[in-house]
């Protein structure tokens, strides 16, 4: 078993210009497939909202629900720095609110980290507040999704000259503010490179170009989410066909009577089928036949 990922083994990955690997997961399974594959970083994002339970958005999910997800993932995951994102809503109050979610993630999922998107002024309060409270902070600029309505939708940034100025400073000041790791997302790579080398922390891109390491949803690349996906995903299986060809082979059988068949059940004994028919038989005569101590 591989050592545990750790703060100072991604400080040393982005020394070394060791790639970091970082991938989505929300439940026990897909925990096992990221250690398996071993992965440094899990992140259990708040896109479980959509692709796990069914939500519009991400703004919908509770912390409660996000506890659930990030408790089966922690049992999954032995050696991957797991990463939970902090749902909207659970840190927008104050600063005493932002500590007090982050430290739920950490005492009752085991959290190795938080995430909190933006870069505002209030943001950095909070990446400063759980930063010192001992919590490490991963920070997250570029496509917010909790505050994409104020960004004008779920789309690209800094592709103008103040949506690019303003990634910079605010991808400079969640460093000064304490995080640990910054994630970059959907930044075209030529305005996310500027910053890049001005950054100490690790950087990882989702759509923003190469960086110290990627990050993709689990679901969008193994083939799982349904619809149109974002341009930066790539597809790595086609396992959503494979479970619908499954479930519907499965439900065929069945309507055919094929399933199950001889191989799929249990061997019984010839007492056990006569006690079976007398036991039958005695009930349809009304006699009692349970044996004493089941009375």
Not at 237 to 254: F, K, L, P, R, S
């Amino acid at each position: 078993m591989r050592a545990p990922v750790t703060l100072q083994r991604l400080d040393e990955m982005k020394a070394r210009r060791e790639p970091i690997v970082m991938v989505t997961a929300y439940d026990f399974p897909t925990a096992r497939t990221a250690e398996q594959a071993e992965v440094d970083m899990v992140l259990v994002g708040d896109s479980g909202a959509q692709v796990v339970l069914g939500h519009e958005s991400t703004v919908s999910v509770t912390v409660d629900e996000m506890l659930v997800l990030a408790r089966a993932v922690r049992r999954g995951v032995r050696s991957a720095f797991v990463v939970c994102d902090v749902p909207f809503g659970s840190t927008e109050v104050s600063d005493e609110q932002a500590v007090a979610t982050a430290v739920r993630f950490v005492k009752e999922a085991g959290a190795d980290a938080v995430k909190l998107e933006g870069g505002g002024a209030a943001r950095l309060s909070r990446i400063r507040a759980i930063a010192e409270a001992g919590i490490p902070v991963v920070a997250h600029v570029g496509l917010t999704p909790q505050t994409a309505v104020a960004l004008g939708g779920l789309r690209a940034q800094g592709r103008t000259a103040e949506s690019a100025a303003r990634l910079v400073r605010e991808a400079l000041a969640v460093q000064d503010a304490g995080a640990s790791v910054l994630v970059i997302e959907a930044v075209p790579a030529d305005v996310a490179a500027i910053v890049l080398p001005a950054l100490r922390i690790p950087v990882i891109g989702i759509g923003a170009g190469p960086a110290d390491g990627q990050v993709l949803v689990m679901h969008d690349l193994l083939g799982i989410t349904e619809g149109k996906t974002a341009a930066f995903v790539k597809r790595y299986a086609e396992i959503g066909h494979d479970m619908v060809a499954g479930v519907t082979a499965y439900a065929q059988e069945v309507r055919e009577g094929v399933f199950p068949g001889p191989e799929h059940g249990y061997a019984a004994t010839e007492a056990a089928i006569a006690a079976a028919r007398d036991a039958l038989e005695a009930a349809a005569s009304g006699i009692d036949t349970s044996a004493p101590g089941d009375r």
